[in-house]
C-alpha cells in the first residue's frame, strides 16, 4: 500500500489542518472575527449596536466576549475556534435584533470644509458615534466641539454676531509668540 494511500483526507476548510504554527492559526481566527466586528460597526456606529438591544440580549453579548478572551488567554486553538464562532453568531444575533426591532443603521450626515490656510478636508457631524462612524476618512468634529472651539474664541466673538448678524467670521489673528528671550514689548 503507497504512503498517499494511508493518508486520511484533509478537509479543504478545516483550520487545524494548515500547515501554520498554532499561535498564526489563532491569529487568523482572530483577523477574521474582527472584520466582522468592523462591519457591524461600520453598518451600526462604534459601541452603538449592543445598545439597540435588548439587556438580556446585551448580557448574552457581553458574556460571549468574555468567554472568548478566557479562550484566547488560554492559547488553546480548539477552544478559541469555538468561542470564536461564538461570537460571529453574537454579532449576527444583535444585528438581527436591532433591525427586528426597527432600528436604523447609523447614516450621518457629514459636512466638509476646506481649511483656508492649508487647504486641508475636515468633515463635521453632529454625534460623537456619527464621528466614530466616519473617523477611519480623516478629520473630524462633531457639533459639540465646533462650540467649544467657538468659545475657545472668546467673548469677541459671540458679542460682534450679537451686534452685527449675519457678519462672517473671515480670518482669525493670532498674536506672535513671545520670544521669552526678549521679553514683551516696551509699551511706549
Avoid: N
Avoid at 107 to 120: D, Q
Amino acid at each position: 500500500m503507497s504512503w498517499s494511500a494511508c493518508r486520511r483526507p484533509i478537509a479543504a476548510d478545516r483550520v487545524d489542518h494548515v500547515q501554520a504554527p498554532p499561535a498564526y492559526r489563532i491569529q487568523a481566527m482572530v483577523d477574521g472575527l474582527d472584520q466582522v466586528a468592523i462591519a457591524m460597526e461600520r453598518k451600526w456606529g462604534v459601541g452603538r449596536l449592543r445598545l439597540l438591544v435588548s439587556d438580556p440580549l446585551r448580557a448574552k453579548f457581553d458574556e460571549q466576549k468574555d468567554r472568548l478572551d478566557t479562550a484566547l488567554a488560554s492559547g488553546q486553538e480548539g477552544y478559541v475556534r469555538i468561542h470564536v464562532e461564538g461570537m460571529r453568531r453574537a454579532w449576527d444575533a444583535l444585528d438581527r435584533a436591532a433591525a427586528d426591532a426597527g432600528q436604523a443603521p447609523l447614516a450621518p450626515e457629514v459636512w466638509e470644509c476646506v481649511l483656508p490656510e492649508t487647504g486641508e478636508i475636515v468633515s463635521i457631524v453632529r454625534t460623537e458615534a456619527e464621528a466614530q462612524h466616519v473617523a477611519r476618512e480623516g478629520r473630524v468634529f462633531t457639533l459639540a466641539e465646533i462650540g467649544t472651539l467657538i468659545a475657545g474664541l472668546g467673548e469677541t466673538v459671540l458679542e460682534i454676531k450679537r451686534r452685527f448678524p449675519g457678519a462672517a467670521v473671515t480670518g482669525i489673528r493670532q498674536k506672535p509668540p513671545i520670544d521669552w528671550s526678549r521679553g514683551d514689548d516696551v509699551p511706549f
